[in-house]
């Protein structure tokens, strides 16, 4: 298939533009390179050396043969460039992974919340318009997030997407499927969510045929083809706004830094790995909906851990220290989460937990680049409120 690969630069992006060109796809990876830009801004470096994409593609081309395209393009602001771009290059499956996607960079100032909805809304949007002009009929796949459902402790696991429902009417009780309702904790969870609404429309209204997944924290670095050379390895963010949590606990382990939960650490949240996570892509990618049907939801997780049990974790493995700060965010401190997975479990999705020993792996990759850590970094600093501002400690 010929895929267009939107935000092929980024964490997961980049590792799913190399799989699909494994498994003999013709990939192009579209991307404004905004990630790079955002590092710029905040003076933080991924903790592995990133070459530049135009080099990344060439080293793939020299292992393998095989060639990955790259395109310069914003897709919030060139709505033209796109439509032709698309009108160009016909691609038969468009993977959506452009979006400004970290809670805390989301969260840091107004204009951070203005740029994360402008960018996010807007590409999504102006991709949706662009597909059904140019009558591209290629099937959507879109990274969303669990976070689209909030974590509120109601006992009953989440479903894939949608929730039955029986609403009373004059005529008696009648049930009903509705997107799951949505609870978004941050502003960058929150444009997943309108998201959610902008493809329900574009399906119903003209037919798109669009799969959302509605991914967990990924955690790990490599893949099978990241690890394959040096220079195509994935970016790895360690830093207070970009790194997620459990692969934020290895570095901090890694350079003698006491593991930063927030809070209690009683929070739950669903997780997996970055293997898993291309692999899901793949797997998406095989199953499209037709045209007319509703908008495909999957989750993408294969595990749920409380923070906690993951420092405890990360301490016992390496001995590390564990610090419980005050919490930057405003989300529940305690919370249980039970995630319905079956879909991609169906489609042969064998997952990498945990348990299989790969945690030490990326202890080791941070032990290699700690040079390049910067301590001052590491604290989450960005507040959820201007009072919870006040509260967080900047650790010197
Ligand atoms: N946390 C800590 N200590 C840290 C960092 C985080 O205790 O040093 C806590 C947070 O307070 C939060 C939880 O760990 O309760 C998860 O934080 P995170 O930064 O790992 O994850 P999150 O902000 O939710 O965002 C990440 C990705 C995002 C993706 C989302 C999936 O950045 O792109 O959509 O995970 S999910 O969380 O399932 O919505």
Redesign the pocket.
Known sequence: MRIAVLGGDGFVGWPTALHLSNLGHDVHIVDNLSRRWIDTELGVQSLTPMDSIQERCRIWHQQTGRKIHFHLLNLATEYERLKQWLADTRPEAVIHFAEQ????YSMKTDRHKVYTVNNNTNATHNLLAALVETGIDAHLVHLG???VYGYSSVGAPIPEGYLDVQIDTPSGKRDQQILYPTRPG?VY?MTKSLDQILFQFYAQNDGLRITDLH???VWGTHTDQTRRHEQLINRFDYDGDYG??LN?FLIQAAIGYPL???GT?G?T??FIHIQDSVRCIELALQDAPAAGERVRIFNQMTETHR?RDLAELVAKLTGAEVAYLP?P?K?AEENDLIVRNDQFLALGLKPTTLADGLLSEVVDVARKYAHRIDRSRVP?VSAWTKDLAKRVQHDP
């Open positions: 996607r970290a809670a805390p997030t669990m976070g941050s969870h991914q967990g924290i997620t949590v934020r930063t939960v927030h650490g929070q949240r669903a923070v919490n965010r989300e989450a």
